[in-house]
């Protein structure tokens, strides 16, 4: 036998030495929740170790993590029910506590590196992305909204904004609202290729934001976000994304579409995330918790492969904990 790859994985230095992917903190987007109140840290109850925090207890968490060599964080509000409407208008209200929080912690700890979503859901009483007028959601009107949240949220201090919400059209409209009103260095992650996935319910258990029937529109997001069946249809997504002016592109969820990663990282020079969704965290969550999986080895090897298919950055729920592991606390 002249070929024994064996050899190359004989020792656990010849292991080291050969590896190809490595994950480290600093690759890591760690998503954070939130709610209006004081003192407030929340369980939600569908992922285990993750909170909905009230300001005060944020800043605490957003310093703790800074310590363990997380940059950023991605910022989700819970509103609550009486707040919202058919408009979302709380989204671009400069007082609401969102921007609010944002504005203190920007002035607090202007280290930390803010993402926020843009997209109507955690606003809007119909839960969804959009705007639903006549029975559709409405694609350029929600523009319109869109615009003015990122202005808000540019103004509160935000660094990348991260639009989720999938209307055609959204990152050119958002970086010329950005342009004109003066934040030219506001960055823009777009949710590139986003899947209509099942992945997302814990998330929206965390935010209150399923997406409700409303006006004869069902209950899911099929119209706006993409089919899961399709992978060339990412590629579509992906063009126009780059053409209207994005810094970065992502796909999500991450682990049951490593293909479609893999896919934008062949095709594009832009650097390419993966959101490590709420659904597959919970998974291994669960299982760890009946003693099927051991935990903290399923989390490493799952970070690895989403690296390893060709995302550069990884939003993902186990930021902290892999974080704590690195820095060996
Ligand atoms: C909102 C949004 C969602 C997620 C991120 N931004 C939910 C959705 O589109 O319904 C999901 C994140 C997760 O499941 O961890 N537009």
Redo the contacts with the bound molecule.
């Keep these: 036998m002249l070929r024994r790859p064996r050899r190359n994985r004989k020792s656990a230095a010849i292991r080291a030495m050969l590896e190809e992917t490595q994950v480290q903190t600093r690759h890591l987007i760690y998503?954070l929740f939130m709610i209006e109140g004081r003192n407030q840290k929340v369980e939600v109850a569908s992922m285990p170790g993750q909170y909905r925090f009230s300001t005060d207890l944020l800043l605490k968490e957003i310093e703790e993590c800074l310590r363990l060599g997380i940059t950023t964080f991605d910022l989700?509000p819970a509103i609550a029910d009486a707040k919202k409407d058919k408009e979302a208008s709380l989204s671009y209200n400069p007082d609401n506590f969102y921007l609010q929080a944002i504005r203190q912690l920007k002035r607090e700890l202007p280290e930390a590196c803010i993402m926020s979503?843009v997209?109507l859901?955690p606003y809007n009483s119909d839960g969804h992305?959009g705007l639903v007028r006549g029975g559709k959601i409405v694609n350029d009107e929600t523009l319109e909204v869109l615009g003015k949240m990122a202005v808000a949220q540019a103004e509160a201090g935000v660094d990348i904004l991260g639009p989720?919400?999938m209307m055609d059209g959204r990152v050119e409209y958002l970086r010329n609202a950005l342009d004109e009103a003066g934040y030219t260095e506001v960055s823009i992650m777009s949710?590139t290729a986003?899947y209509a996935s099942a992945?997302?319910s814990?998330?929206?258990d965390a935010l209150d934001?399923a997406?409700r029937s409303a006006e004869g529109i069902p209950g899911d997001?099929k119209t706006y976000?993409m089919n899961p069946a399709n992978q060339r249809e990412a590629l579509i997504e992906a063009d126009l994304d780059v053409a209207e002016g994005a810094d970065m592109l992502m796909v999500?969820p991450a682990l049951f579409y490593l293909d479609v990663i893999k896919l934008l990282k062949d095709h594009y020079d832009l650097p390419i995330a993966a959101?490590n969704?709420?659904?597959e965290?919970a998974m291994v969550k669960a299982a760890a918790r009946q003693g099927w999986l051991n935990e903290e080895a399923v989390m490493k090897e799952s970070l690895l492969s989403i690296k390893r298919a060709g995302a550069d950055i990884i939003l993902t729920?186990f930021a902290k904990e892999f974080a704590r592991l690195q820095a060996g606390r």
């Design positions: 998503p989700f979503d997209a859901d992305d989720s919400d949710y986003k992945f997302y814990p998330f929206r934001s997406p997001k976000q999500k959101y969704v709420s659904g965290y729920y």
